[in-house]
């Protein structure tokens, strides 16, 4: 199988999602499944952020002019609908369904009428930057492909191809956990001040001063960051025997 990965760029003021993720960095769009036939396109996708972002992002593609993936970005008369399938704190589940138009189309489309049958789509979205991957069967060229993105794109948006390979030699991560910059600042400032020490040197408002966030700000970023840092560990390592002791 080969891969194909690439971002879209979106300028400030021309995508309402982009413009709502920009304004709140530690909000995430990940992809959970992405289908498409020639006509249809459905995915669901999870998001991750604070409650305020959370609620603008259900407002913007409940009331949106135009579905988030067409590449034209104007009413081009499809029919489609975006369903909350589970709403907690600091998370998303959307599920979008799209009826293809003549006057539109979407990533996935380009690639179903280049690539044909058979597609794998992933998607990240944090600020402007929109990046998909897309792995496709190995007797597959790409020329005609980014050709056609970049005729469909006008100048509100940049493509960047990034990675053209072997999918079982190239990932789209390190296996390192992805920590945003301000996670990571906080986690650092955390370990710093004594913060994970027992009894702790510094408490979450006086470590929240010491930035200058506010408290709940700092507690978001530092439980998103334990979360992912926890799942990267147990990915990692085997299961412990001393947890499965009934002596333990």
Not at 30 to 55: E, I, K, M
Not at 209 to 215: D, F, H, K, R, Y
Not at 217 to 240: N, W
Request: hydrophobic residues 35%.
């Amino acid at each position: 199988m080969r891969e194909l990965v690439f971002a879209l760029e979106y300028v400030p003021g021309t995508n309402a999602v982009a413009d709502i993720l920009t304004a709140n960095p530690e909000t995430k769009i990940r992809s959970l499944s992405c289908h498409v036939t020639p006509d249809n396109l459905w995915r669901v996708d999870y998001v991750t952020g604070g409650q305020n972002a959370l609620d603008e992002l259900i407002e913007t593609v409940a009331n949106a002019e135009y579905y988030t993936d067409c590449l034209a970005r104007r009413d081009c008369e499809a029919d489609w609908e975006t369903q909350i399938l589970d709403h907690i704190d600091d998370a998303l589940v959307l599920y979008s369904y799209w009826t293809r138009t003549p006057s539109c189309t979407s990533i996935p489309h380009l690639a179903l009428d280049h690539f044909g049958d058979g597609l794998i789509f992933q998607t990240t979205w944090v600020g402007h930057r929109y990046e998909w991957r897309i792995i496709a069967p190995d007797n597959t060229a790409y020329h005609a492909f980014r050709s056609a993105i970049e005729n469909e794109i006008d100048d509100t948006t940049g493509v960047t191809f990034v990675r053209v390979g072997d999918a079982d030699d190239a990932t789209t991560d390190d296996g390192e956990p992805s920590l945003t910059p301000e996670q990571d600042a906080a986690v650092r400032a955390a370990v710093e001040h004594g913060y994970y020490q027992t009894p702790r040197k510094i408490e979450t408002y006086e470590l929240a001063e010491e930035l200058g966030v506010p408290g709940s700000t700092l507690s978001y970023r530092l439980r998103r960051a334990e979360a992912q840092l926890a799942e990267a560990y147990v990915t990692d390592h085997f299961p412990s025997t001393h947890l499965s002791s009934p002596d333990a």
